[in-house]
């Protein structure tokens, strides 16, 4: 149980176009879901968290009108990178809670990369 | 944000027990420990996570001291599966921040065949 799915799981896009990214709770009701962004050698950074049918609370440094996120139900929530650049490049991660509190179910990743 | 310490990395050998510490001075009454782990390429895993009695699973178990300022995540028989980065994490409780989790560098487990 509690699986989290992303699509896709790789994108090569040219600069200025904009990519989105989707992230499912396949056997549970995600009632948060997080956001993270990791460049490599590095950890993961929080982006944004959301709650289904509310706004997502972006991290500090976090351009909410480059990073569109969407959590319009349970078990889908969407990041869009808009006007994406190479400095964007990044392997981005989401994770669902709601299946058990306090755990945290992550996505398997989607590496972008922005030529 | 009560913060966590961990080596950075570690080494065990095939079949042979680990054990990866966690230092939390600052943990409050109310902090849980979660312990995440991150193989190659792929997004983090939950792996155990506690609050005051040890803890067992069939991945891992969780030893808690008594005064909770630490803990170890304890493998009983690493495999080569095993390697990975493992994340010691209290996240933070309340609010809007409810649940979020704030990764750092991590303990790099090596796991010797």
């Known amino acids: 149980g509690a699986v989290v799915s992303q699509h896709p799981s790789w994108v090569i896009c040219k600069s200025g176009t904009s990519v989105k990214i989707e992230c499912r709770s396949l056997d549970f009701q995600a009632t948060t879901m997080f956001w993270y962004r990791q460049f490599p050698k590095q950890s993961l950074m929080l982006m944004a968290t959301s709650n289904e049918g509310s706004k997502a609370t972006y991290e500090q440094g976090v351009e909410k009108d480059k990073f569109l996120i969407n959590h319009a139900s349970l078990t889908l929530s969407t990041l869009t990178v808009t006007s994406a650049h190479p400095e964007d490049s990044s392997f981005y991660i989401c994770?669902?809670?709601?299946?058990?509190?306090?755990?945290?179910?992550f996505g398997p990743g989607t590496r972008l990369t922005v030529l | 944000d009560a913060k966590t310490t961990q080596p950075n990395s570690m080494e065990s050998n095939e079949e042979e027990p680990v054990h990866l510490p966690c230092n939390h001075s600052t943990i409050s009454g109310t902090d849980y420990i979660h312990w995440y782990r991150q193989l190659p390429s792929q997004g983090p895993e939950y792996v155990i996570h506690g609050l005051t009695s040890n803890v067992n699973n069939r991945m891992a178990s969780l030893a808690i001291a008594e005064d909770r300022k630490s803990s170890t995540l304890i493998l009983h028989r690493a495999t080569l599966r095993d390697a990975a980065v493992y994340y010691c994490i209290l996240p933070l409780a309340g609010g809007t921040s409810y649940g979020k989790l704030t990764f750092g560098q991590g303990t790099i487990l090596t796991v010797h065949p």
């Open positions: 994770s669902a809670s709601g299946g058990e509190p306090d755990t945290q179910y």
